[in-house]
């Protein structure tokens, strides 16, 4: 089991950054992969940054490409989401997410635990 708390949420203003954190406890960090998810009001949960186990590798949604940056840190048991250039349509509750299929990174059914979550909310 991995359980996973997300941080850092909040209200931003248009053109705003903030930082989210996810810190995970249980088994060990460094087997799995990391993503990041949104779901905002009536929408269905979209992809938005994934991270290989080692850190090497990174992905991102066209929609945030250049915008969001993931990182961990394997010794501290934490990945993170830098959001710059916040927009109106970033508003969602982000989800932290671990995997063990770096390929299938895009797809949230591939990820096996998941954090309760945090709100993200972006004013024009």
């Known amino acids: 089991q991995v359980q996973l708390v997300e941080s850092g949420g909040g209200l931003v203003q248009a053109g705003g950054s903030l930082r989210l954190s996810c810190v995970a406890s249980g088994r060990t960090f460094r087997d799995y992969n990391c993503g990041w998810f949104r779901q905002a009001p009536g929408k269905e949960r979209e992809f938005v940054a994934a991270?290989?186990?080692?850190?090497?590798?990174?992905d991102y949604a066209d929609s945030v490409k250049g915008r969001f940056t993931i990182s961990r840190d394997n010794a501290e048991n934490t990945v993170s989401l830098q959001m710059n250039s916040l927009k109106a349509e970033d508003t969602a509750v982000y989800f932290c997410a671990a995997n063990t299929v770096y390929s299938r990174r895009r797809k949230s059914d591939s990820y096996n635990y998941w954090g309760q979550g945090t709100q993200v909310t972006v004013s024009p």
């Open positions: 991270i290989v186990w080692s850190g090497g590798y990174t």
